[in-house]
């Protein structure tokens, strides 16, 4: 049968690969489903979402975009390092990426504590809540992330990965760009626009 | 478990480094739009130069312009999935609730 063919034309690195896209895809309807809430909310409560978001901070929220656009740059060069073979430069970026990772959440977390100590919480009005459910799935996701490259870079130590082997470092980097992604959106509509 | 070696991938630094750069640009220059009072245009401005981040994200760091026609089905049906779940949400959300 024709398809069947086709099937087997089809590499076994480029169907794991193909794997970690769909997860994407439903990652991407997932937050999706966020944003919709997002629209409901700002079209139904458009006074509320326009003075509640100058609560946020701009500036902390513009750190934290360039320190996720900065560990994105680094986790591409990480797989950019292997594809050529180069373990050193492979672990050096793999490091930088959990590092700016764990930045990332230690200003998210100086966020979060700073709008509880002003009596802010999920319950406080409709944008808090939108505010604190995609942040914070968006954190946790930052976190898995962190916790996914750290078990690349101990695997990058024993030497599990060369230039003909790194379907797992390309498919946890495809992952950590997709977090950015997400970021991308979430910074101009909840801090810049809401 | 193991990738081809045919090297279609292989991507020079600059483009990795140029790629970061205007990221950072375009996250700058969206700050700064947002400033500016456009009434109803700072929506779209700023929704706009997202998709232009996440395009160069996509493309360079993702590897996506070397990737064939199976990937970028998924990618094209995700996004075209998207829409309709947001627009037919929000016009069913303001159908009940605002008019």
Redesign the interface.
């Known amino acids: 049968m024709e398809h069947v063919a086709g099937v087997e034309e089809f590499p076994r690195f480029e169907t794991s690969k193909m794997g970690v896209w769909i997860f994407l895809f439903s990652e991407i309807l997932l937050f999706g489903g966020l944003f919709a809430t997002y629209a409901v909310f700002r079209a139904l409560h458009f006074q509320e979402f326009n003075h509640d978001h100058q609560e946020l901070n701009v500036t902390l929220g513009a750190i934290n975009t360039v320190v996720l656009l900065w560990s994105s740059f680094h986790v591409a060069l990480a797989v950019a390092a292997i594809q050529r073979g180069k373990d050193r430069a492979l672990k050096l970026h793999l490091a930088m990426t959990i590092l700016l990772g764990c930045v990332f959440l230690v200003n998210k977390g100086i966020e979060y504590s700073a709008k509880f100590s002003h009596g802010i919480y999920p319950w406080t009005s409709n944008f808090f809540s939108i505010y604190f459910v995609i942040t914070g799935l968006h954190g946790l996701h930052v976190l898995c992330g962190v916790v996914a490259l750290s078990i690349i870079l101990y695997m990058a130590f024993q030497g599990r990965f060369s230039s003909t082997n790194y379907t797992r470092v390309e498919g946890t980097a495809l992952y950590w760009h997709l977090v950015d992604i997400i970021w991308i959106y979430v910074f101009p509509l909840l801090y810049l626009v809401a | ?5 045919s ?1 279609h ?3 020079a ?1 600059w483009i ?2 140029a ?2 750069v205007a ?2 640009a375009f ?1 700058v220059l ?2 700064v739009v ?1 400033g500016i009072d456009l009434g109803g245009v ?2 779209p401005a ?2 706009m ?2 998709t232009l ?2 395009s160069l ?2 493309l ?4 996506l312009r070397f990737e ?1 026609r ?2 970028w089905g ?2 094209a ?3 075209f ?2 829409f309709p ?2 627009a037919i ?2 016009t069913d ?2 159908h009940k ?2 008019w």
Not at chain 2, 1 to 5: I, L
Not at chain 2, 60 to 63: A, E, L, V
Request: aromatic share 18%; net charge positive.
């Open positions: 478990m193991g990738h081809s070696g090297g991938s292989l991507q630094y990795y480094v790629v970061f990221l950072v996250t969206t700050v947002a700072n929506l700023a929704l130069i997202a981040k996440a994200v996509g360079f760091f993702m590897h064939g199976w990937i998924f990618a049906f995700s996004i999935l998207l779940l947001i949400t929000l959300a303001l609730f605002a």
